[in-house]
């Protein structure tokens, strides 16, 4: 009985295993040559890279050859120009919207968003700034509320705190002490009035990787999303997920409770065999 007990716990220890695994939020894929990560809880796929434009630049130092071969291409793809934000007016875009390390503007950013869509990085033509819905409530301290991406993706998927730098995960080049942190997003910065209502201040708005809140004089790295998931490359070795926080404690604690319980029955067999007379 204690036998079929332990391989019933087995298999539903298995099954919920492969069931929590299954449901994790967070895919890495190789699309395109490239990695990239799928949120199924957003359906939007991330740039695994989280500074593209830094890998790009190699540490090159602004205004050099090396540097311009890079922000020429990049202001190339958009053909120099991008629109405002409110979407009201085309600007021209120049060397001095970048600067060191993969930092630009807003116009560098749009300019950037253009590039990875010219070159179908990781097999798409859709990226953009992660949005940031309208959740900024002077209340919180910036702190972030609902569903917008970076936030979900820093509290939710990631596991980060509030005023600590966002965990890495299974991303590359994020931020890091002395690094640049903050990121753009797509639309200007929201006050909610006493009525409930939001207007908005006209400001850009970015998110502060260091410490998981928004930032409203802008950003400094374009970290790109593109809508639904990208199909893998077929020797790319499949999606990998990536447990949330959560979901990892759970599947630690039902292991361990496994473990414990085979320690027992071992235990028990052995008392068992010792009291067998010998032949």
């Known amino acids: 009985m204690k036998s079929r007990s332990m391989v019933a716990l087995v298999a539903g220890l298995t099954v919920g295993f492969a069931s929590l695994y299954a449901n994790a939020a967070l895919v890495t894929e190789t699309a395109g040559g490239v990695g990239v990560v799928y949120d199924s809880v957003n359906n939007v796929t991330w740039t695994q890279n989280a500074n593209i434009l830094g890998t790009m630049e190699g540490g090159a130092a602004p205004q ?24 009201s007016t085309m600007l021209n875009v120049t060397a001095f919207d970048f600067g060191e390390m993969g930092t630009v503007n807003f116009l560098g950013a749009e300019a950037f968003t253009a590039y990875l869509n010219s070159v179908d990085y990781g097999g798409s033509s859709h990226w953009r700034l992660p949005t940031l819905q309208a959740y900024y409530d002077p209340g919180t301290d910036l702190a972030p509320l609902g569903m917008a991406e970076f936030a979900h993706l820093f509290y939710d998927e990631l596991g980060g705190t509030l005023d600590s730098p966002m965990p890495v995960g299974p991303f590359t080049n994020v ?42 004089g802008g950003g400094e790295l374009a970290w790109l999303v593109t ?13 990998t997920n990536i447990p949330e926080p959560g979901t990892l404690l759970l599947s630690m604690s039902a292991m361990g409770a496994l473990l414990a319980m085979r320690r027992r029955r071992t235990r028990e067999l052995e008392r068992q065999v010792s009291t067998i007379p010998a032949l």
């Open 64 to 87: 050099s050859d090396a540097w311009y071969a890079v922000v020429n291409k990049v202001i190339a793809a958009s053909g120099g120009k991008v629109w405002s934000l409110d979407r």
């Open 175 to 216: 931020g890091g002490p002395g690094a640049y942190n903050q990121y753009w997003t797509d639309i200007e910065n929201f006050l909610r009035l006493g009525g409930g209502s939001y207007t908005s201040t006209g400001e850009l708005f970015g998110f502060d990787a260091d410490n998981g809140r928004w930032y409203s």
């Open 227 to 239: 809508d639904g998931a990208l199909p893998a490359d077929p020797n790319g070795g499949g999606g």
